[in-house]
């Protein structure tokens, strides 16, 4: 090379250098940048590699099998399941395993199961129940060892209650059942309690040492004569020990916990279901299946009666619904618009499925969820069912009607709807459309799946702190199915097959339709109560609420009320009026009055609308402010059946249940019933067995055969409507002394005709007038104070805007 050429070199570079400065100092950035993130990214996937997701095979031992022996224990490292690196960073511990709560892939392979049952029993009564539960565990299945029965009082806790007995053979689970008494003096059982409280506390030991357990359940033996509740004592220590399990497991609670009374008739029969539970996930677990489809035990290790996951999805109209840092809330998200397919036409040439596994529709509504059945059907537990498990109360269908909330499916077979209601928190997330242009799923396909998913999701709800072992049993067989979930029911073209299927399993059908399909209305076959959403109760609203797609709406909304007064000799129809305060309250009991007139439903619910948190609904014009107070309710429901009654059509109020902000107005000359004692009362409760057997003799039927029992008394108006065997809480999970007024306004066995509706608002409103007036002037002063009442009480929410439903 020429030497001169080669001098002149960094003179070169130099004025490159000069020259393209910036270009070669950006560039530079971008490559150390570019490596800088290869790096990380090579770290993050060597990371995620260390656990593999859930199902994967893993090659590392099982946990029980790398347990730590105390010998080699006192000062060692965890090391399961971790890189060198993360070993050495890993604290140094006394003894017990990682909790590997999170990662359930790491979950070692149970091939069989070792039951323990452990008693404690001062009388002796609880140890003859521990030894009858033994004998009658043996199992001839090879994967269920035979179990161990264990005084509590006998063993050293060290060896059971600070990490799992290890197992000679490799495969085996230990499963801890507890049958305790309780005690409100100090035994031996109070020591037991301090010890798990302590092995929690103490900062050595892990605080869920004992995850590495195939499961826990206790069964709890108390006095209801001498406790008769919870909060007054019945087997506390039974719910201690449940409590200190789930956190010394890691939620491994496998069966919810189990309470008899010793001194009450049920006690066999709960203790014998509650058995039958534990065996059957033991034998679940020793076939892989974990504790829950899938789940480590659902319990939360945290115990915290926070209902931070409270799902507000009752099948009811909500105004919005807020979730923490999740997608719950999907015009927050920017939810993908809604597809409005009375404008695709073209396109619809060849049907396509509604709701496609790969679409976002799919994504939002599983992460809300819904579980997806087929291509257009969904079912999602409602809170309701989550609330009546652990003995919380059930929603107000149970006050009018006696549908126990645990034993309710709520479900649609069409995801899509041809309204766009405002208070409808699904709209910007669902399909919408006039006609039915998509696939079409076989009704059996739907209702398999409809129960697969929702017992699935019943099974998810077994850890769940407070969830009834009783209820939990009651709660795997489906008794309802409310057909309201979300979109509209009726489109579904297969709609009566679907019904009859739900009918020949003796599961009862409530069916909720929005008005604006009268053909399909026409064409419905028994259903064992027929709901008319009606949302508005003149045209220029109907257009501004529902946001309907059909032009035609007003026009099949007033058929279908015509089909519903033909359809009140073969069905239980209901009116459903949700009240939106600002939207469709005011000057409208006249309006609603005409419709009734015209339909003559057998029943009117009214209901404020639900408020749950922060408004997402804004963008319609709704915020809190929308939300009735129940004394608003109330005055609408007095003003409306003022009305009715003054038209000479014989309604009356029924039943209530305030803690959902709910009253119903029910037909008197039908379900107003005479007893044998000469006494009328009402009778708004189904006899269910009377509908499958109408159903079953094939005749034509009308709802006065299949009328019930009557109204429970705790359900009249004025006593409130919450089934005192149930406790009210809190959203914190604390129980509520601040139960409703209960002004008894109409006693449960007077003949209420003497009572008008004047009178009665007089008593709501405890300002009996000197003279009598009018409705309008009673509804005005109640208007007047109310409005007092939710300014002073928005400006104490003003932080926290939560509102009880
Ligand atoms: C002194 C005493 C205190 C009790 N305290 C409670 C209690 O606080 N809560 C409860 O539900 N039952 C209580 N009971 C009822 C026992 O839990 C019940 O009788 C149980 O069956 C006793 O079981 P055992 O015979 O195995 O000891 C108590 C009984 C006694 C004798
Ligand atoms: S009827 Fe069923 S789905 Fe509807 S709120 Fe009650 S329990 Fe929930």
Redesign the pocket.
């Known amino acids: 090379m020429d030497t001169s050429r080669l001098l002149e070199l960094p003179d070169e570079l130099l004025l490159i250098w000069h020259a393209h400065r910036t270009e070669i100092l950006l560039s530079t950035g971008v490559l150390l940048a570019i490596v800088r993130l290869l790096v990380h990214w090579r770290g993050r996937k060597a990371k995620i590699a260390l656990t593999p997701p859930i199902g994967t095979p893993t090659d590392e031992k099982p946990r029980f099998e790398t347990e730590i022996t105390p010998e080699k224990a006192v000062v060692q490292d965890v090391s399961i399941g971790e890189s060198p690196l993360q070993k050495r960073r890993t604290p140094r511990r006394v003894k017990g395993t990682r909790n590997l709560r999170k990662s359930e892939a790491e979950m070692p392979v149970v091939e069989r199961i070792q039951p323990y049952v452990f008693y404690f029993?001062?009388?002796?009564?609880?140890?003859a129940q521990a030894e009858k539960l033994t004998a009658s565990s043996v199992d001839e299945n090879e994967a269920m060892l035979p179990p161990h029965l264990l005084d509590l009082t006998e063993i050293d806790y060290e060896d059971y209650f600070i990490s799992p007995p290890k197992q000679p053979a490799s495969g085996t689970a230990s499963f801890y059942s507890i049958l305790i008494?309780?005690?409100?003096?100090d035994t031996e059982l109070s020591n037991f309690l301090s010890h798990l409280e302590e092995t929690h506390h103490d900062f050595r030991i892990d605080t869920a040492p004992l995850s590495g357990l195939a499961g826990y359940s206790v069964f709890g033996?108390?006095?209801q004569q001498?406790?008769p509740t919870e909060q007054e004592?019945?087997?506390?220590q039974a719910i201690e020990v449940d409590r200190w399990m789930a956190r010394l497991t890691g939620r491994k609670r496998a069966f919810p916990l189990g309470m008899g009374d010793?001194k009450g008739d049920e006690l066999e029969h709960r203790l014998e279901d509650w058995r039958r539970g534990v065996h059957n996930i033991m034998v679940d677990v020793s076939q892989g299946k974990g504790l829950g489809d899938g789940i480590s035990g659902s319990g939360d290790a945290v115990e915290s009666d926070d209902e931070d996951d409270v799902d507000y999805d009752d099948g009811e109209t909500v105004i919005s619904k807020p979730r923490k840092g999740t997608t719950g809330d999907l015009e927050d998200l920017k939810a993908p618009i809604p597809v409005d397919f009375t404008t695709t036409s073209k396109t619809t040439s060849t049907p396509k499925e509604m709701v496609p596994k790969t679409s976002p529709t799919y994504t939002n509504l599983t992460k809300q969820g819904y579980t997806i059945v087929g291509s257009h059907s969904g079912v999602k537990i409602c809170r309701w069912t989550k609330s009546a498990l652990r003995g919380r109360g059930s929603c107000y269908k149970f006050s009018f009607y006696g549908i126990a909330s645990h034993l309710c499916m709520e479900a649609t077979p069409s995801l899509s709807c041809s309204n766009k209601c405002v208070f409808c928190w699904r709209h910007g997330t669902n399909p919408v459309g006039t006609t039915w242009r998509w696939t079409v799923d076989p009704p059996d396909m739907i209702f398999q799946g409809m129960k697969q998913g929702h017992y699935q999701k019943i099974k998810i709800l077994r850890g769940v702190p407070g969830v009834r072992s009783e209820r939990f049993s009651e709660a795997m067989r489906i008794r309802h199915c409310a057909l309201s979930l979300v979109g509209e029911p009726i489109f579904y073209p297969h709609i009566n097959e679907l019904l009859a299927m739900l009918h020949r399993e003796h599961i009862s059908s409530f069916l909720v339709c929005n008005a604006q399909h009268p053909d399909q209305l026409a064409a419905l076959g028994p259903v064992t109560q027929l709901y008319v959403s009606i949302d508005a109760s003149n045209k220029d609203s109907l257009r501004r609420i529902d946001r309907p797609l059909h032009r035609d709406f007003w026009e099949r909304f007033i058929r279908c009320m015509n089909i519903l007064r033909e359809k009140r000799f073969t069905h239980r129809t209901v009116f459903r009026l949700t009240l939106v305060k600002g939207f469709n309250i005011e000057e409208e009991a006249a309006g609603y009055a005409d419709l009734v007139e015209r339909a003559l439903p057998a029943f009117v619910e009214v209901k404020g609308v639900t408020y749950c948190g922060t408004s997402t609904a804004a963008g319609a014009g709704l915020s809190m402010q929308n939300v009735p107070f129940y004394e608003e309710v109330k005055a609408f429901v007095l003003a409306l059946e003022a009305e009715l009654n003054r038209r000479g059509l014989d309604y009356g109020i029924g039943a209530e249940h305030a803690h959902s902000c709910c009253i119903l107005l029910a037909d008197r000359n039908r379900f107003y019933v005479k007893g044998e004692d000469g006494i009328s009362r009402w009778h708004t409760i189904i006899d269910y067995q009377k509908f499958f057997q109408c159903v079953e003799y094939g005749k034509p039927f009308s709802p006065e055969d299949y009328v019930g029992r009557p109204t429970p008394e705790w359900a009249l108006w004025g006593n409130g409507g919450f089934d005192p065997r149930d406790e009210r809480v809190d959203r914190k999970g604390k129980p509520k002394n601040d139960a409703p007024p209960k002004p008894k306004i109409v006693p449960a066995v007077t003949d209420i005709d003497e009572i008008t509706p004047v009178e009665a608002a007089a008593e709501v409103v405890k300002e009996t007038p000197k003279e009598p007036v009018g409705t309008d002037q009673l509804l005005g002063r109640q208007y007047q104070r109310t409005l007092q009442m939710r300014k002073q009480l928005i400006e104490r929410n003003r932080t926290s805007r939560v509102v009880e439903i």
Do not use: A, H, K, Q
């Open positions: 029993s001062l009388g002796g009564s609880t140890r008494p309780s005690y409100n003096i033996f108390g006095d001498e406790w004592g019945y087997c506390t010793v």
